[in-house]
């Protein structure tokens, strides 16, 4: 933890949880200045842009042209990826494989979503179920760890089983449904570390009990060196081509597919609700809200009124809470008791593992310099 005097943003709502945030003579941090300075100049809200996006399916359905799929894209059942799937068939139309990672987490509401999209889109579908003992001795490893970022076992193992798959495959275009307008602000990188296979690997040597022969892994030099410019992998964001109104796109996906609404951002899925709404608020005191709530008042979505009065009431019901933290042991196979001396023990950073931060560091600097990445990472 840091022993800096509190202060917060006076235009968002970050503060000095985030230990590296600095202020100028008007209270604005520097995530506000980096978004004035290297964003909001090239960042076009208002604008459907469809002969861009149009261009782009173009290729992509020249590229798959004679393949089943000339696409693949990931649905969590999230509003953003339930939209892109909107987007990838009734607007570009493209023939996308819908690609489902099964961690063992996602809660009733994301499965039924997934399937009332991909019936309602008439798309085709693969799953991949992760070998669930070895989800668990990595998720149990992370938390032995100490160190914050909880998120990466899932995380990493959804995006690494679907470039894995798809290269495999043949499919060059990989749709996401990130758009930079929920994501001017990266969350510190002490808040949710980076893709770091080698923390990874240290990590499960240390704590984790049984070899992982079946998780899918995919390292960063993989994904950006050997996949991009040797297997032509390419990465499409098309949410950045339209308005995309978060609150309208999910009422346009219930009307017209009877898709529903979660009730936070990640909250598709129990670990990611516990992690996000608990584990990290009580342990580290870092609440990911801020992050998110940032990012809507810089793209005009949310006042900082708004904002602070959606911090000023916790994460989530701390009643449901214990229910999950309960639920999470339960599934991890150890006592609830046997849990919280963990989550209460010594909190850790990637420093006291081995980790290639240095070298996601330099690619983020090489990315800066080519203008490929826009926002602070540090
Ligand atoms: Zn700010």
Not at 176 to 185: D, H, L, Y
Request: charged residues 30%; positive net charge; aromatic residues 14%.
């Amino acid at each position: 933890m840091n022993n800096r005097i509190y202060q917060r943003c006076t235009r968002c709502v970050m503060d000095t949880t985030d230990s590296k945030i600095s202020f100028d003579e008007n209270g604005v941090c520097d995530h506000c200045r980096n978004f004035d300075k290297n964003i909001a100049p090239y960042w076009k809200p208002a604008e459907n842009r469809f002969d861009e996006l149009e261009k782009i399916a173009e290729k992509i359905r020249k590229a798959g042209k004679n393949r089943e799929y000339d696409c693949i894209l990931g649905l969590s059942g999230g509003a953003d990826s339930s939209y892109l799937a909107y987007i990838a068939k009734e607007i570009m139309h493209l023939r996308p494989l819908v690609y489902v990672v099964d961690t063992g987490w996602n809660l009733n509401v994301a499965v039924e979503n997934i399937e009332k999209i991909v019936k309602g889109l008439n798309l085709d579908m693969y799953t991949d179920v992760i070998n669930w003992k070895e989800m668990r001795d990595l998720q149990l490893a992370y938390f032995k760890s100490g160190i914050s970022s909880q998120d990466f076992p899932q995380d990493h193992a959804i995006f690494s089983s679907m470039y894995n798959y798809a290269v495999k495959h043949g499919i060059k275009y990989i749709l996401t449904g990130s758009n930079s307008a929920t994501e001017f602000i990266r969350p510190p990188v002490e808040w949710i570390y980076m893709n770091d296979l080698r923390m990874a690997k240290d990590i499960h040597k240390k704590f984790g009990t049984i070899p992982l022969k079946t998780y899918p892994t995919c390292g960063i030099l993989r994904y950006r060196i050997w996949y991009k410019y040797f297997k032509g992998m390419k990465r499409v964001y098309p949410l950045d081509y339209v308005v995309y109104d978060k609150a309208k796109a999910e009422q346009f996906l219930n009307e017209k597919y009877g898709w529903t609404k979660y009730k936070n951002k990640h909250f598709e899925n129990v670990f990611t609700r516990f992690f996000e709404g608990y584990y990290l608020p009580t342990k580290f005191g870092y609440d990911t809200r801020k992050n998110v709530l940032s990012n809507e008042i810089l793209a005009g979505t949310k006042t900082r009124e708004e904002a602070l009065e959606i911090l000023s009431k916790p994460p989530y019901d701390l009643s449901q809470a214990l229910k999950d933290k309960t639920y999470v042991a339960k599934k991890l196979g150890i006592s609830t008791d046997e849990f919280d001396s963990i989550i209460k023990d010594e909190n850790k950073t990637p420093d006291d593992y081995k980790n290639s931060f240095w070298m996601i560091k330099l690619g983020v600097w090489f990315c800066k310099l080519l203008g490929i990445e826009n926002r602070n990472i540090r």
